[in-house]
């Protein structure tokens, strides 16, 4: 599709990475922004995107989406103004040969929607026993390496892989997760968990885990991101490392920002997440630290067919889309707890673009056109026909948002619009 020259006109600006929050109109062309606020000299527009009352900002960075549908997810992914997808490397089968990175990467540059970044499997078919062969992964185009839930049991593997990425710059991703003390774990070790009879996974199951990932990482040196932090206890420990100079960030999945082990309600399957929905102090501690900017928010986007959601919530899988959901549900979160729109926006923006260090995040003048233009007033509510993603398992089904992508544009392109 031919590039065009495209002036977004009458909005409101928001580059969390360059301070800007203010009316201003952008100017796209050859693919990058050309200019903000004024038109460059001799600047003519092939089309023009009408943004009165609407927030243009950089097109979402998502830290954590499963692509089991590359062509329905990545529409998903523009419809909900996501532009840079992470995708985790627990997919059929694992990302642990280069020949799979580069098709994944050919596939989703062919689809031209929102551009994927493939973590690469930090053991060979994740089975945590061989380093996989990292230098040749991120040849193809890895831009980190994770176990995605696998566990490594032996702690020397993972420091031996820490040795390795930290000599070559590579980024180690981890969900922090004790293996055993999580056995067959499916709830919160809380008051729903006893009442409704479900096995448990504790906050030390958490911590634990945490700590021997920080303690490592600050004797590696290597650049570490921790996943989907669930608890208070384990957002203390982050906070601590990062005062103390470990080079570590982290992101929060959405879910946790707005649901607490009692939406499990009686054995509401849509709520079953991995980690599992904890108690509202650790839901208010997850909401202060994102508010602080010590965390990022994912959307730990993980479709799941009927089939897998319609049974017993300990056989239930795991999971919710949330690419669609991400943008609407943060600014909830902001308006809720009085968080500049601006800051809210950094979280799932430039923030986890720094995560992932990738070029995203931002539209300053010469950086890649990847925009996200929506209504922050208009009203929709969440239901199956309303959602692009093949998967339409989430726990916010009925709930009524506000926040609605109008248009999104990647590489200068004009990829979704309503």
Known sequence: MQEQSIHIKGGRLIDPRNSIDAQADVFVANGVVCAVGDAPLGFAADSTIDAAGCIVCPGLVDLSARLTNLDAELLAAVAGGVTSVACPPDTKPPLDEHSLVERLVQRSESIGLARVFP????????????????????????????????????????????????????????????????????????????????????????TLAISTALHLARETGVRLHLSKISSAAGIALIREARAGGVNVTCDVAIHHLHLSETDVGYFDSHARFDPPLRASSDRAALRAAVAEGVAAVCSDHTPVDEDGKQLPFAEATPGAVGLELLLPLVCKWAAEDGVPLAAAIARVTSDPAVALGVDAGSLGVGQRADICVFDPEEPWCVRPEALHSQGKNTPFLGWELSGRVRTTLVGGRVVFSI
Do not use: W
């Open 119 to 206: 973590v690469g499997a930090l053991t060979q078919q994740l089975a945590g026993e061989k380093l996989a062969e990292m230098a040749g992964l991120s040849r193809a185009g890895c831009i980190a390496f994770s176990q995605a839930t696998r566990p490594i049991f032996d702690t020397q593997i993972l420091f031996r892989a820490m040795q390795y990425a930290a000599t070559f710059g590579f980024a180690i991703r981890l969900q922090p997760q004790d293996h055993y003390l999580a056995l067959n774990g499916v709830a919160h070790d809380g008051e729903v968990a006893s009442r409704l009879g479900l096995a448990a996974i504790p906050v030390c199951a958490e």
